[in-house]
């Protein structure tokens, strides 16, 4: 992946595979934050590696935390939070929401930028709700990146009211930080609909699993003040990372195994299971993993709200396109806030190459067309790679400008997706 452009290859036969997938970027970034505010050492097992990870585990280092790596572990000691400290955030949502509550508890100057789309990101409501909390924060009135958070060793806590509806990271890094603040945190949320409910369902379940005592209601969070345990924290491999590979199997009319697929996860990529049946795909999740069979006569569009799983729009829009029936995609508005404006990068290039794709309101509307070869923009996100990918298998000609930009979340992508390929 060395080269500017990465010709997507083309799939000359029916895929026959299984793919071992990296950790989850959720739950590693998670994992690394809570293991850096325990009380005892904690051992991240099978953690991802990959741009977002490694800039929080250098976020959290910056801050004294000890991580090291052990057999392809992460060792975490928690050390006591200090400044001063740069933060680099990269354009990583899990890292710019997450760790500014950490660095309130730090003393110290806790300087936090990244990337210039990450200053566009929304930031507003997590640092308004830090302030009500009792944080220091000079933000020059931008509500957005760059600021700086100036730790005094602790937070008050307390209640706070946010509107989430941008996304659900401002209420995760709240609430993963609440267990060390004085009083705890009672998030509520007031406004449109908060989007990727397993995201917040993945936050509860590992404060919990981590020793926290948490109560949630509707558009409600509670954190008691307490501490947080060490111990091993195993990571799951990434099934939003999986989706562009069991697509395969649908383009292809192929097979594609997903070995140590959970039978119980928070993971948004576990809907990949019903969206893709909905497509027509044959979905069997059994001892050896997740097994998605396509058929040689192809697979339909998909009518599908995906509110609750925005990080798969760009995979299932890249199939909406090869699929044999037009699909609406909705309730995804706030995906224009993400890596990019991902409704319209996917649009602008799936038109691109001939197709026809068009915006709605909250979401993308596609009608399936031929498609031919050219230049696939990536816009800095991991995921218009991802899906580049899934249309060049049965578009000669795909040319995937900036590929090493998967690094976000997946930096082995080019080869997973070779040995994907190659015959069996
Ligand atoms: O908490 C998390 O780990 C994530 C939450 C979601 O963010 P939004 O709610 O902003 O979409 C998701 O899209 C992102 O990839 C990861
Ligand atoms: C939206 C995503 O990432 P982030 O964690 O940067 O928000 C994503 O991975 O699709």
């Given at each position: 992946m060395s080269s500017q452009h990465w010709p997507a290859p083309v799939a000359h036969a029916p895929v026959d595979a299984?793919?071992?997938?990296?950790?989850?970027?959720?739950?590693?970034?998670?994992?690394?934050?809570?293991?850096?505010?325990?009380e005892e050492p904690v051992r991240v097992t099978r953690p991802l590696r990959s741009r977002d990870t490694e800039l929080m585990?250098?976020?959290?280092?910056?801050?004294?935390?000890?991580?090291?790596?052990?057999?392809?572990?992460?060792?975490?000691?928690?050390?006591?939070?200090?400044?001063p400290a740069r933060v680099d955030v990269g354009l990583a949502g899990t890292v710019m929401r997450f760790l500014p509550p950490v660095a309130a508890l730090?003393?110290?100057?806790?300087?936090?930028?990244?990337?210039?789309?990450?200053?566009?990101?929304?930031?507003?409501?997590?640092?308004?709700?830090?302030?009500?909390?009792?944080?220091?924060?000079?933000?020059?009135?931008?509500?957005?990146?760059?600021?700086?958070?100036?730790?005094?060793?602790?937070?008050?806590?307390?209640?706070?009211?946010?509107?989430?509806s941008g996304s659900s990271q401002l209420v995760s890094g709240?609430?993963?930080?609440?267990?060390?603040?004085?009083?705890?945190?009672?998030?509520?949320h007031e406004g449109p609909p908060v989007p990727s409910a397993p995201h917040?369902?993945?936050?509860?379940?590992?404060?919990?699993?981590?020793?926290?005592?948490?109560?949630?209601?509707?558009?409600t969070w509670h954190v008691a003040p307490g501490p947080l345990r060490g111990g091993e924290r195993a990571i799951e491999p990434d099934l939003s990372n999986a989706a562009q590979f069991l697509g395969?199997?649908?383009?292809?009319?192929?097979?594609?195994?997903?070995?140590g697929w959970p039978s119980d996860t928070t993971q948004p990529g576990d809907a990949l299971r019903g969206l893709l049946a909905a497509m027509g795909a044959g979905v069997d999740l059994g001892p050896d993993g997740l097994t998605v069979r396509g058929d040689a006569g192809g697979f339909a569009g998909l009518e599908a709200d995906l509110h609750e799983v925005g990080e798969l729009t760009p995979v299932l829009a890249a199939l909406a396109a090869l699929a044999g029936s037009p699909s609406r995609l909705t309730g995804i508005a706030h995906l224009r806030g993400h890596e990019t404006d991902r409704l319209a990068a996917l649009v602008a290039e799936i038109n691109g190459?001939?197709?026809?794709?068009?915006?709605?309101?909250d979401g993308l509307e596609i009608r399936p067309r031929p498609l031919h070869g050219g230049v696939f923009h990536t816009y800095d996100d991991h995921r218009m790679v991802m899906a580049a990918a899934v249309l060049g298998l049965a578009v000669p000609g795909v040319e995937v400008e900036n590929p090493a930009t998967v690094g976000k979340t997946l930096p082995g992508f080019a080869d997973l997706w070779a040995s994907m390929l190659a015959p069996a």
């Open positions: 299984t793919v071992p997938l990296p950790g989850s970027k959720s739950m590693t970034n998670r994992a690394l934050i809570l293991a850096a505010l325990a585990a250098g976020a959290l280092r910056a801050l004294g935390t000890g991580i090291e790596e052990d057999a392809g572990d992460w060792r975490v000691r928690p050390g006591e939070l200090r400044g730090a003393s110290g100057e806790v300087a936090i930028d990244g990337d210039p789309r990450a200053r566009e990101r929304p930031m507003g409501p997590i640092i308004a709700a830090l302030r009500a909390l009792g944080a220091d924060i000079d933000d020059g009135g931008r509500g957005a990146l760059p600021f700086a958070v100036r730790g005094a060793g602790t937070v008050p806590g307390g209640s706070v009211v946010i509107d989430a709240l609430l993963l930080a609440a267990p060390r603040f004085e009083k705890g945190v009672e998030v509520r917040l369902a993945m936050t509860v379940r590992m404060l919990r699993e981590a020793g926290a005592t948490v109560e949630t209601d509707e558009n395969a199997a649908l383009v292809t009319g192929g097979r594609v195994t997903v070995p190459l001939g197709g026809d794709a068009r915006e709605l309101a």
